[in-house]
């Protein structure tokens, strides 16, 4: 449901007009009993930022779901130009509904303050209450992956457990980190996931081209922001986005909003960064970024966000061309390249590039053939045998790593310009040949590490001489009459 206040539903036009246009007065009641319904709410007028706190307050006093609240100051429709008014409201709005709010979590809360009348009438739901902590999207997906524990490691309050993971939510402060670190996108928070705000990003670029800023500001300052930032004088759009943690923009937020030509700034207080403690992660996050146009730390109160703003200088550019990020992010690659990145380390998946250490390395085919989408395979050139990489289509989802019976392999998140638009040999080995044809059969030094452990063991030497042979061979060889029997 969208709710404008009466005397601004006139300036949005035909294009997006509200649900229902409500008194300044009576706005609270109506976002509280659209909650109450389970609907997603964005609500227009004046002092939205300021009566959030009270909105959520309420809304959890109640049992009902925050999450679904997207409030729009009146300031926003100033601060956003060129971005016309109604292509604003229509592009949050578009948001809250992608948003997948109404997936949040809850937990029994009996410590809870609930008043008579709740209690009388909502008894469960005022006992209940709705956590900041990560939605798990396709279980049976994130299950599949046995390999993978980026989240679980990545928890700093061991919140997560099991596979697919669990969540504490006694334990979880929805810091956010084990959204950022999930190379194949199934875990995100209640709000403002990378579709949500690419529904958003697409709706603002109707309006305008010029660069921008994204402002994730954190729920805890959004209500001190009025006063500070009325009659500020800026020369681009700045749209703000309400959030609970540093930690839910992550480094794929902040490559979606450059793709469409926006900087990603990230307002929130000292208290609130102290509570969810994501151990600095948004921090280096935002370093990481700082070439796409990501503010290099977390501004820390109204005051320097004003400051900010007012003397910023937009650095990204909307890229044509470029596809938007995918589950599996291969676009990364293609956003930090348009950017001009030569070189970059990133401390969660963003990129991948598997090093190899040649010395360990049999070229077994384990890493590629565990390889979900082709980005390493195995060839034979002729006389070399050859692992290859296509940086274009890994999504350093660490299979290749896990897969690995020698542990020769590390999967490390840096990008390299140099590594697109070619493929890049890891490692190298003589080519083995079948004895019988001649064909190339695989790695010489795998063949004769698999022949010796085969000897140790006691296997007949007719098993042996097998491994030199093609599958054709092989059959050749059965059919033949070169079988042995064991009596």
């Not at 008014?85 to 809250?96: E, F, G, I, N, R």
């Not at 820390?300 to 938007?324: C, D, F, N, Q, W």
Request: net charge negative; hydrophobic share 40%; charged share 25%.
């Amino acid at each position: 449901m969208l709710l404008v206040e009466e005397s601004l539903q006139g300036i949005l036009g035909e294009g997006v007009a509200g649900e229902r246009s409500v008194s300044r007065e009576s706005m609270r009641e109506e976002i509280l009993k659209a909650l109450d319904s389970g609907e997603v709410v964005a609500a227009l007028y004046r002092g939205a930022w300021e009566e959030y706190p009270l909105v959520v307050r309420e809304a959890r006093r109640e049992g009902l779901n925050p999450y679904l609240y997207t409030p729009i100051d009146r300031l926003e429709l100033t601060l956003a130009a060129p971005v016309s008014p109604s292509d604003l409201v229509a592009a949050k709005y578009s948001a809250a509904l992608a948003s997948m709010a109404d997936k949040a979590l809850t937990r029994l809360s009996p410590s809870k303050s609930v008043d008579r009348r709740t209690l009388l009438f909502k008894p469960l739901q005022g006992v209940m209450e709705y956590v900041p902590a990560p939605i798990l999207l396709n279980p049976s997906i994130c299950g599949s992956w046995r390999h993978c524990r980026l989240c679980l490691d990545a928890c700093p309050h061991n919140a997560l457990e099991g596979k697919p993971p669990m969540v504490d939510a006694s334990k979880c402060t929805g810091c956010g980190v084990c959204s950022a670190v999930c190379p194949f996108g199934l875990l995100f928070m209640p709000q403002w996931n990378v579709k949500a705000l690419t529904y958003m990003l697409d709706r603002l670029r109707k309006s305008t081209d010029k660069p921008g800023v994204i402002v994730g500001v954190c729920d805890s300052m959004l209500g001190e922001l009025s006063n500070h930032l009325e009659g500020l004088d800026v020369e681009y759009p700045v749209v703000f986005i309400h959030i609970h943690c540093p930690g839910w923009l992550t480094e794929f937020h902040m490559l979606e909003a450059a793709l469409s030509g926006f900087d990603v700034v990230i307002a929130c207080s000292d208290d609130r960064v102290a509570e969810c403690r994501d151990g600095g992660a948004s921090e280096r996050w935002l370093k990481e970024m700082e070439p796409l146009g990501a503010y290099p730390a977390i501004i820390r109160s109204p005051e320097e966000l004003a400051e900010t703003l007012a003397s910023y200088k937009p650095r990204s550019r909307p890229l044509r061309g470029v596809e938007h990020l995918t589950v599996d992010k291969t676009a990364a690659y293609s956003i930090l390249e348009a950017y001009g990145v030569e070189e970059a380390s990133f401390s969660t998946p963003i990129v991948g590039y598997p090093e190899v250490d040649e010395e360990k390395c049999l070229l077994c085919e384990a890493c590629s053939n565990s390889c979900p989408y082709g980005a390493l395979r195995l060839s034979a050139e002729g006389d070399e045998f050859k692992l290859v990489f296509d940086a274009s289509k890994c999504t350093a989802c660490g299979a290749c790593e896990a897969s690995c019976p020698y542990g020769a392999l590390r999967l490390s998140y840096r990008f390299s310009r140099s590594l697109l638009g070619k493929s890049h040999v890891l490692a190298k080995d003589e080519v083995a040949r079948c004895r019988m044809c001649g064909r190339p059969i695989g790695s010489l030094k795998h063949l004769k590490a698999l022949e010796k452990k085969l000897r140790e063991s006691g296997v007949d030497e007719w098993v042996i001489e097998q491994l030199w042979l093609c599958q054709e061979c092989k059959v050749k060889r059965l059919l033949g009459g070169g079988a042995r029997r064991r009596i």
